[in-house]
């Protein structure tokens, strides 16, 4: 991992980085927001490009490309769900404890009179679907390194893995269930936002097919939720 910027990986295709949480994806409205991740990637290796995005309080894994054409391949391997993404969150209460996979199908749609909030809609929200169990601790690569941040409050350790890629995606669907993740100062209420200091949620493990190779790439970043 380079000093500078937190390089996972990188060659002359794409670069893997590890997005801090509370550091923008891609410059925001107005100067006081142009900091961010891929401005500070750019400012070493200028053919850099965003292929998507982290919330502002996530943190993990992120591609961006080298070039217009790796980009393309690159988004189009998200768009035809080749990518496997896993997140790692701790979230409000205690879910009840299950070894097995459980699955959120509810779907989704920028609340527009509230944005950048979304919300679920049944009506007319575009199908939006996540699968969640309790985080082994025995697993590799479980995402949360052994001395890791523990809330006080009553919590759950949850192991997180999208299929779609909605707006916001994890953090409604867990407050679907009632269980927002812990440090949410947009879906969370006062008792929420008293757990952390910032949003328990990490991107720990990507697959992604090389852009020039399209040989599966493999990547895994754990976090301390420091």
């Known amino acids: 991992m380079s000093a500078a910027l937190p390089i996972v990986y990188a060659d002359e295709a794409m670069i893997v980085l590890d997005k801090p949480s509370g550091l923008l994806s891609v410059p925001g409205r107005g100067p006081e927001n142009h900091d961010s991740l891929s401005v500070r990637v750019q400012a070493q290796f200028p053919d850099a490009l ?8 996530t943190s993990g894994l992120l591609v961006m490309a080298r070039g217009i054409e790796a980009q393309r391949t690159l988004s189009q391997h998200f768009a035809e769900r080749r990518t496997r993404k896993r997140y ?3 979230a409000q209460g205690e879910l009840p404890q299950r070894a097995d996979w459980s699955t959120i199908d509810a779907p989704l749609i920028v609340d527009w009179p509230n944005r950048p909030r979304s919300k679920v809609d049944h ?15 025995q697993e590799s690569c479980v995402g949360l390194a052994r001395d890791h941040f523990r809330p006080a409050q009553a919590h759950s350790v949850l192991d997180l893995e999208p299929v779609t890629g909605r707006s916001h995606q994890l953090r409604v669907h867990l407050l679907s269930i009632g269980h927002p993740i812990a ?25 992604i097919p090389h852009p020039v190779s399209s040989q599966d790439m493999h990547f895994c970043c754990p976090t301390r939720f420091a």
Do not use: C, F
């Open 183 to 207: 440090g949410d100062t947009l879906y969370g209420d006062a008792a929420n936002q008293a757990m952390a200091t910032r949003l328990l949620l990490h991107a720990y493990a990507l697959q």
């Open 88 to 90: 790692v969150a701790i």
């Open 50 to 57: 965003i292929v998507h995005r982290l919330d502002m309080g």
């Open 123 to 137: 009506a007319i929200g575009k199908p939006s679907v996540t699968h969640w169990r309790h985080l082994g601790e």
